[in-house]
Every structure is written in structure tokens, then in C-alpha cells.
């Protein structure tokens, strides 16, 4: 199998994005490997030595994917034995050109800290912990947005991702077998009805999600999940929540989605 | 100011990556937006619509970053009044030369579902809630990697990141002022101990960051702050439990250490 690698001076999160992209365009598999954080002549010689090793190893030259710069360590990895891909250069030249601005490459910028939205994200985090679940209901003020949706819909980890990635303040309250016989948006919620987004998700994922919880409950009947479903459908569509089912989405999408819908703010950028 | 446009028939999450890495080598300011799912031509035509706006409001043409490859839409796109880059372009014709097969664009592959890694994730940012700052010592068993340390290092939103981006099992465990007049790995740790990995981070940021919290308090006080930094970094040496500075480091670094230091395998890729 064909290895690829993903290699930075600093996190290598945008070689990784970067070849993910590209790779995923083709239908074959590859062995990935990331090595992060090389700064130093030693770090940038053991990378060659196993992205050689890979080569070797494979009988095809590894694929290395980068974004140094300018980088006295840029020479050893470009000795290496390997088809290397910069996604950065091609676009440098003529971005200096549009705006009439040289290029300063600085490492580590991309994915370190920028002190305003590191603390936005660090605040998100700690509102979305202490909302989640419906465990506070007194402190909706402060929410961006409010999810709302039935057991394992997706709130949580969407409520966290929208923390961590873009700083919004996210609390989720669920709707549970108590609700159902009347279910209506609750007295504490009705202020900020506004800032409600649902989510929904096929009953027949439901069924299988909690079956591997709690199999052989009445919570992860066929009959209690169709019905709750029902039920909250029905509600976003009388009080004209904006909702979106889950069943075939990502974390990454679910949440793309809620700020496409609701125009909200990211705070990082 | 420039505008800067980040659009794809996805979540535009390579595309804002692949932006802000070109614009961040760039010392001037520029204004944000990004434009998800690209799907219709009507929203095409919006999009089209809102980057001309930028550019007569702006007085230069807005910068667009897309991946689009083969899409009829591209074309409505590529019409805008604004310079375009397509990061993708370059490398795929060197790329399928490489591999020997014709690329596949397929929209939505990037940050979509791939069924194995999500349940990963689910289960891991489930994990990391249920093992959280202490809150459950009977689980370590079934974690990846233990993250002490003090409190406000850091642990929280680091556990919840290497959940959410790797679906990594992170558990953390906090060393609170009750421990320090002889400060040791806590029994139920110590069958743990090549899980560990410590957090720590400059007094003085510590100070800060409590007394944000807590003015006043014991708790934010620099002789307590003081004392805890240096008695949890003395275990770390004395117990061999490798660990890093978080003081000038985001989430994003945090993490990427934590992997490299430790050399754990992401579940996702």
C-alpha cells in the first residue's frame, strides 16, 4: 500500500486537511502518517528516515504532503525519496501579486493561538459542559444557539464541536419520554425561542443507536423511537423551529449546517 | 478591507483551512465569510451574488478559495467579480499521473461520515464526559491516554478535542489542593501510569485564568498557584510522566504534542 505522509513545522493539521482532500479523490487506500512539530535539523533527519523506510517498505515513493515555506529544513525533506506536493506555493506568487504584499511566513500561525478566540473557545466549552443535556436551564441569556432533539440525536458532540471549532456559545436540552404525551417547548425554554434548533434523526438509526446502549428497552423500541420522532417533528413544524436530520451527517456537518441556517457568528477564524 | 470568501458543496471546512493557511503567511487584515453547501443553482447564484457585493463594497475584488473540481456549478463561480483559487487544480493531474488512476471527485467525501470513524468519535466524546476531571476513577482501563494535572491546564477542552478530531479516549484527572501536602499518583492511577500524560502551565497564566473565575480566593492566589505548578511539575520528573507546557499553546498544539509525545493512533483519518 502507498503511504502517505503528513508533515509541518507545526501541528500539521493543514498538510492533513490538505491531503485528505486531494487523496480522497481517488478511489484507492493509502497508509497514512502524520509527524508533526518538525523545528529542528534532528526531527527533519528522522522524518527522512522514515519516509525512506516507507519507500522502501512500499516499493512505490511515498507520498509527502507539506507546507514549509521558507525552512532550512525544507532541504532535507525535499532529499527525501518521495513525491513531494506543497499546496502553499503554487498560490504565494500570485497572492503577493493581488495584493501587492510580501509573503512573511511564520510558523505555527495557523493553528496556535490567537489570544481573543482562544478564549472564546475556552468559555464555549466550559458553557456547552455545564448546558448540556438540559442539566442547566437558568442560563439560556447567555446561549448562541439552543439544541434541542430527542436521546442520541446528536446534541452533545454537535453542542462541543461548535465550542471548540468556532468559540459559539451551544446548550442542548432534550426531549425525553416524560415529554411526549403533550409535548410542547417548555416554560423555560419559550424566551429564547428564537435561538431553538432541532434535530432529528430516522427512527430506524434511533432503534440501532440505543439498541447498542440499552438493548431490549422499552427506550430503544422500535415503537418508543418511531413515536418520539413523530413527536418532535411535529413539534419544530408547528412552533416553526428550523431543524435538520442527522441520520447521514458528520459532527463537521451537522454543525456547518446549524450555522449555515441560523447565519450565526463563528468567532474563530 | 479585502474580503475573503471560503465556499464549497460541503461543509467548506478544506476550504477555509486551505484560506487561512495562503492568508495567514499575509500581514494585513481581511474580512471572513464562508458559504457551505453549494448544492443548487440558486444558491450558487447567491453566493455569486454576495461576493460581487464585496467587491463593490471592498473597491478590490474579493478573494474566493473552493474546491470545487467538476461541478456545474463551478462555472456560476468561476463568474464571480473576484480572484479565485482552487487549491485542488494543481494536483490532480500530477497526482493521478503518480497513482495511475483517473481522480473521482465525489462532493461531500472529506468531512462526511465514514461509519467506522464516527462511531469512534461518538463513543470517545462520550467517554471523556463520563470520565471527565475525576468525576469516575473505575474506568482507565478502557482509556487511550490519561491527561493530570492542575486545575484550568487545560485537560478539559484538550480530552474533548482528541474525542472529537481523533476519536482518542482521553479520561483526565485533576490534582487539586488536597492532594498537594504529599503529592503522589493516586492508587487507582498508579496501575495507569504509562497512560499518563501531564498538563502543566506558567504561575503567572494560571493566576490569571483563576482569578477570572475566582478573585480573591485561595485558589487564585499566586502563592497557591505557585506551589501547585511546582509540585505537580516535581512528580512529573520524579514519576517519569512526560508531559508539556500549555502556557502559549492552543488546543490544536496541545494535542498534536500529546500525539507525538506519545505516539497514540488516530482512529480517524
Known amino acids: 500500500m502507498r503511504s502517505a505522509f503528513y508533515i509541518s513545522d ?3 493539521i493543514t498538510s492533513e486537511v490538505f491531503g485528505h482532500a486531494l487523496l480522497s479523490l481517488f478511489p484507492t487506500e493509502f497508509e497514512h502518517h502524520t509527524i508533526s512539530f518538525i523545528e529542528t535539523t534532528e526531527k527533519a533527519l528522522a522524518a527522512k528516515e522514515r519516509i525512506n523506510k516507507a519507500t522502501s517498505r512500499g516499493g512505490k515513493p511515498a507520498l509527502v504532503f507539506h507546507t514549509f515555506v521558507n525552512n532550512e ?3 532535507i525533506i525535499e532529499s527525501c525519496d518521495a513525491v513531494l506536493y506543497n499546496f502553499l506555493e503554487p498560490f504565494v506568487a500570485p497572492l503577493e501579486k493581488e495584493l501587492a504584499i510580501k509573503a512573511k511566513p511564520t510558523t505555527h500561525r495557523t493553528h496556535s493561538i490567537h489570544e481573543k478566540s482562544y478564549d472564546y473557545r475556552i468559555e464555549a466549552v466550559n458553557y456547552a459542559l455545564t448546558n448540556d443535556d438540559g442539566s442547566n436551564v437558568t442560563n439560556y441569556e447567555e446561549a448562541d444557539v439552543i439544541l434541542v432533539g430527542v436521546s442520541r440525536s446528536g446534541k452533545t458532540p454537535s453542542s462541543l464541536y461548535l465550542a471548540l471549532q468556532y468559540g459559539i456559545k451551544a446548550a442542548n436540552y432534550p426531549f425525553t419520554d416524560d415529554d411526549m404525551e403533550e409535548l410542547k417547548i417548555p ?14 434523526i430516522d427512527a ?13 428497552s422499552k427506550y430503544s423500541s422500535a415503537r418508543q423511537c418511531r413515536m418520539e420522532v ?7 413544524k408547528n412552533e416553526q423551529i428550523p431543524f435538520i436530520n442527522t441520520t447521514k451527517l458528520s459532527v463537521e456537518e451537522i454543525t456547518a449546517k446549524i450555522l449555515t441556517e441560523t447565519g450565526l457568528q463563528r468567532y474563530k477564524y
Open 230 to 236: 413523530r413527536e418532535v417533528e411535529k413539534l419544530y
Open 187 to 200: 416554560s423555560f425554554l419559550k424566551p429564547f425561542h428564537k435561538k431553538l434548533f432541532g434535530l432529528t
Open 204 to 216: 430506524q438509526r434511533l432503534i440501532d443507536i440505543r439498541d447498542g446502549r440499552m438493548a431490549n
Open 73 to 75: 529544513n525544507r532541504e
Open 10 to 12: 507545526g501541528t500539521a
